[in-house]
């Protein structure tokens, strides 16, 4: 349920509303817009009290949350969501901006990492990512340098200034990834992976979840919940691709999925075009398609030699190519085409 305050609540009525809704068994979170507060009553509890809440002093209406995640909702906060991301020259993800967050799939080496750090912030790039543990198929693939690969990371971010995000696996290596970078990433193997989930809402780092292969948007948005409702509002939401019928693409990437999470949620939402299609040539094209429909930024992965790559070379840009991808991002659309012959001329 959501307690739409009035205009002119005062903040002694915005505290009664928060003690009475914690009376019927709920959990009060409160949005503070521009012109009033929303408090959303999140949980199980008694509803017909919170429906009482009509007549309270201050109170404007109440209505009920239509989707089952809560706080990710769109309805509990109208206005969206910014992240900011990195302590000393943070980036801003949600805003007018298109962020661009890139690097290889693994940190293979410090020169691999660091070359491809200066290359990437050269071409405009606003963001490293890079692989320290990595989840593979197969048991015997390259699995990531794990520590070693943290220390890299964050004397590239020393040496660029980027600020770094990382994939975490597991529960057991949260503490020593925070040490090192700025941002959490939830690969798409984890999305559910609940008891990971909630120990990152409880960490004060931004968390990049990734849609997983085979999850609707509904699912998507309520792995997010598992964060916004353990404390962690700094989420961004990443559509990688979804497994289909298709098998000239690695993954098929749902670009309704972007504008439909945009329009669910206040959470912003970025793009992997490297995962979703898995091709090198479709990159710059699905980069474009994605930041058309509203993405508020990319993730793409970058490296020195793709065909020498450890892990995902197939999908990974050069530097020459990353450079190409950054200026077909900023240039214009294409123009609707214009009728040759008016009706006025056919009659």
């Given at each position: 349920?959501?307690?739409?305050?009035?205009?002119?609540?005062t903040?002694?009525?915005?505290t009664?509303?928060i003690?009475?809704?914690?009376?019927?068994?709920?959990?009060?979170?409160?949005?503070?817009?521009?012109?009033?507060?929303?408090?959303?009553?999140?949980?199980?509890g008694?509803?017909?009290?919170?429906?009482?809440?009509?007549v309270?002093?201050?109170?404007?209406?109440?209505?009920?949350?239509?989707?089952?995640?809560k706080?990710?909702?769109?309805?509990?906060?109208?206005?969206?969501t910014?992240?900011?991301?990195?302590?000393?020259a943070?980036?801003?993800?949600?805003?007018?901006?298109?962020?661009?967050?890139a690097?290889?799939?693994?940190?293979?080496?410090?020169?691999q990492?660091?070359?491809?750090?200066?290359?990437?912030?050269?071409?405009?790039?606003?963001?490293?990512?890079?692989?320290a543990?990595?989840?593979?198929?197969?048991?015997?693939?390259?699995?990531?340098l794990g520590?070693?690969?943290l220390?890299?990371?964050?004397?590239?971010?020393?040496?660029?200034?980027?600020?770094?995000?990382?994939?975490?696996?597991?529960?057991?290596?949260?503490?020593?990834?925070?040490?090192?970078?700025?941002?959490?990433?939830?690969?798409?193997?984890?999305?559910?992976?609940?008891?990971?989930?909630?120990?990152?809402?409880?960490?004060?780092?931004?968390v990049?979840?990734?849609r997983?292969p085979?999850?609707?948007?509904?699912?998507?948005?309520?792995?997010?919940?598992?964060?916004?409702?353990?404390?962690?509002?700094?989420v961004?939401?990443c559509?990688?691709?979804?497994?289909?019928?298709?098998t000239?693409?690695?993954?098929?990437?749902?670009?309704?999925?972007?504008?439909?999470?945009?329009?669910?949620?206040?959470?912003?939402?970025?793009?992997?075009?490297?995962?979703?299609?898995?091709?090198?040539?479709?990159?710059?094209?699905?980069?474009r398609?994605?930041?058309?429909?509203?993405?508020?930024?990319?993730?793409?992965?970058?490296?020195?030699?793709?065909?020498?790559?450890?892990?995902?070379?197939?999908?990974?840009?050069?530097?020459?190519?990353?450079?190409?991808?950054?200026?077909?991002?900023?240039?214009?659309?294409?123009?609707?085409?214009?009728?040759?012959t008016?009706?006025?001329?056919?009659?």
């Amino acid at each position: 349920m959501i307690v739409n305050m009035s205009e002119k609540a005062t903040e002694q009525e915005i505290t009664h509303i928060i003690e009475r809704i914690r009376e019927a068994g709920y959990t009060p979170h409160v949005t503070r817009g521009v012109e009033r507060a929303i408090v959303a009553a999140v949980g199980n509890g008694r509803r017909h009290e919170i429906e009482a809440l009509q007549v309270a002093p201050g109170v404007d209406n109440v209505v009920a949350i239509a989707q089952p995640f809560k706080l990710v909702s769109r309805q509990v906060k109208p206005e969206r969501t910014v992240v900011n991301v990195g302590e000393v020259a943070g980036v801003a993800i949600g805003g007018p901006g298109v962020v661009v967050i890139a690097g290889p799939c693994s940190v293979e080496s410090r020169e691999q990492l660091i070359s491809t750090a200066h290359a990437v912030k050269r071409a405009g790039a606003t963001m490293l990512r890079g692989g320290a543990y990595k989840p593979r198929t197969s048991p015997y693939d390259f699995q990531g340098l794990g520590l070693e690969a943290l220390k890299i990371l964050r004397e590239a971010r020393e040496e660029t200034g980027l600020p770094v995000v990382t994939e975490v696996m597991s529960t057991e290596d949260v503490d020593i990834i925070c040490e090192h970078v700025d941002m959490l990433q939830v690969g798409a193997r984890n999305m559910q992976n609940f008891a990971l989930l909630r120990r990152l809402a409880t960490v004060r780092k931004p968390v990049l979840l990734k849609r997983g292969p085979s999850a609707t948007v509904k699912e998507w948005l309520l792995a997010a919940e598992y964060l916004l409702s353990g404390g962690n509002s700094q989420v961004v939401l990443c559509e990688r691709g979804i497994k289909t019928f298709e098998t000239e693409m690695r993954n098929t990437f749902d670009l309704a999925a972007v504008a439909l999470a945009r329009d669910l949620s206040h959470l912003p939402v970025i793009a992997d075009p490297s995962h979703g299609t898995g091709k090198q040539s479709l990159i710059a094209a699905v980069s474009r398609a994605a930041v058309a429909v509203g993405a508020d930024g990319l993730i793409i992965e970058v490296h020195p030699c793709p065909e020498r790559a450890l892990s995902d070379g197939a999908q990974s840009l050069d530097f020459a190519g990353f450079e190409r991808v950054m200026k077909a991002i900023g240039e214009p659309l294409r123009r609707a085409a214009v009728p040759t012959t008016s009706i006025a001329d056919v009659a």
